[in-house]
């Protein structure tokens, strides 16, 4: 049993002075207000619920500063991806989600799900251990004290109507019916869940998408939609509809599907994902990075869309980073403040976030939720004078204090207390992997 007290927690009804968590076994088994107790780790600032990654690519995290030259889109950025993909292995792959979740840790994540479709070896030919690129994504996740939820992609075609050619081979697996035998074999653990994914309608053909929907019953469903016009335009020109349409009429579209980006949508597109009670996810530092764009996030809460959020390609890993710039871009896009408060841009970071990645116990401070726990000083430069109400608006990772998941401590002033220098963990993995 571990007992916390925290100066103020962001409980489910409001900030609370003097709060005292008990922890058992990993879940939260108390909450009460208490003065400060002799024998209890103390929490400064306001404590906040662990935060879901919703959508991340962790390979990706290699290419952080070294696309930025040049003009290029989201299409020439692709190509350097793609050369990244052809160099890792499942060693390699381990070592750099292992740092790269680390630094998730060291941002307040407590749950992170893995976009996964770098399946095979470079040639396209599977691994004797059919699954030893996710086995590797499960095991960093353990190394750095946080839990996983795999999201194994299905990726059928390069295009729509072509071919997997080049690195591509590495994430197909043939048609639904080997992708589902390799996916049902994924096993899963306290820490680890298992959920499906579409690539998107250009990687997989209409006439797959209802088997596929279908796979994995009760378990997430995620699906990049939308993220950029061209692929808008093929979609239409293939199926006469665009990628929203085609997804709801082929059953993907359910209160267990998340749809990541949904950036160029029109009205009939948001009216389509809010009454399938979908999720939306939001990657705002990748999608302007990319140059994605911004999409129309309060329309598509207002449809009935929880709206989540993710940090895809790792451009930054920063939840409250990436809450902040969900409101900045609503702010830009319309020309209006306050388009999301503050208890709604935490509640896409936390329990929103959780229960699209299927830990739907998760992302609260409250009894029977996991002891996931962030500790964000009010005293540093940034946020020193800051309503606690509205502390997520003003801070970001560099201001967190400690981190804990499931009851254990990960990550205390910017250090995780397992994997050490994460910094150097990075650097170590990255130059090799480029050199």
């Known amino acids: 049993m571990l007992r916390y007290w925290c100066e103020r927690a962001w409980l489910p009804d409001g900030v609370t002075d003097g ?84 630094e998730l840790a060291l941002a307040g994540v407590s749950c992170v799900g893995e976009f996964h479709y770098l399946h095979h070896a470079a040639d396209g030919r599977p691994y004797a251990e059919a699954n030893a690129m996710g086995e590797a994504l499960r095991q960093a996740a353990a190394d750095a004290g946080i839990r996983l939820t795999l999201l194994d ?3 059928l075609t390069g295009a729509i109507g072509e071919p997997l050619a080049g690195v591509q081979r590495r994430f197909g697996d043939g048609d639904v ?18 959920g499906a ?39 239409r020109a293939a199926y006469g509809c665009g990628p929203v349409a085609l997804l709801a009429d082929t059953g993907v579209l359910s209160p267990r599907t998340t749809a990541v980006h949904a950036t160029h949508l029109d009205a009939r597109d948001i009216a389509t994902l809010g009454a399938s009670g979908s999720a939306v996810c939001c990657c705002p530092t990748t999608e302007a990075d990319l140059a994605d764009g911004i999409g129309p996030m309060r329309e598509l809460a207002e449809a009935g869309c929880a709206v989540v959020l993710g940090s895809d ?32 841009l935490v509640a896409a970071a936390t329990s929103d976030g959780h229960a699209a990645l299927g830990w739907p ?9 996991p002891g996931d726990l962030v500790a964000v000083r009010d005293d540093t430069p940034a946020t020193a004078g ?11 990772a560099a201001d967190l204090a400690t981190v804990v998941v499931g009851g254990r401590v990960v990550a205390r002033d910017g250090v995780h207390t397992m994997l050490g220098d994460v910094g150097a963990l990075l650097a170590e993995e990255i130059g090799r992997l480029w050199a």
């Open 313 to 344: 390609q790792h451009a930054v890993a920063d939840p409250l980073a990436e809450l902040r710039a969900l409101e900045y871009g609503e702010r830009l896009r319309t020309g209006q403040r306050g388009r999301f408060g503050p208890g709604e």
């Open 177 to 194: 019916a080997a992708w589902h035998a390799r996916v049902s074999a994924l096993p899963e653990d306290a820490s680890t869940r298992v």
């Open 19 to 102: 709060v005292l968590v008990t922890v058992e076994a990993g879940t939260i088994t108390e909450v009460r207000r208490a003065p400060a107790e002799h024998g209890a780790i103390r929490l400064p600032g306001v404590v906040l619920p662990g935060f879901a990654d919703a959508h991340s690519h962790a390979f990706h995290r290699a290419l952080r500063g070294r696309t930025h030259h040049g003009r290029g889109t989201f299409w020439t950025w692709r190509e350097a991806m793609y050369r990244l993909a052809e160099r890792l292995d499942p060693d390699s792959y381990h070592r750099l989600a292992r740092a790269v979740y680390g």
């Open 386 to 396: 800051a309503l606690p109400a509205q502390l997520p608006l003003a801070a970001s």
């Open 361 to 369: 116990e998760a992302g609260r401070i409250a009894t029977g939720a």
């Open 197 to 235: 994914a579409v690539h998107s309608v250009r990687a997989v053909p209409a006439g797959a998408l209802p088997e596929l929907g279908a796979a994995l019953p009760g378990r997430p469903l995620h699906v990049h939609v939308s993220e950029q016009p061209a692929e808008n335009e093929a979609c």
């Open 153 to 155: 992609t299905c990726y």
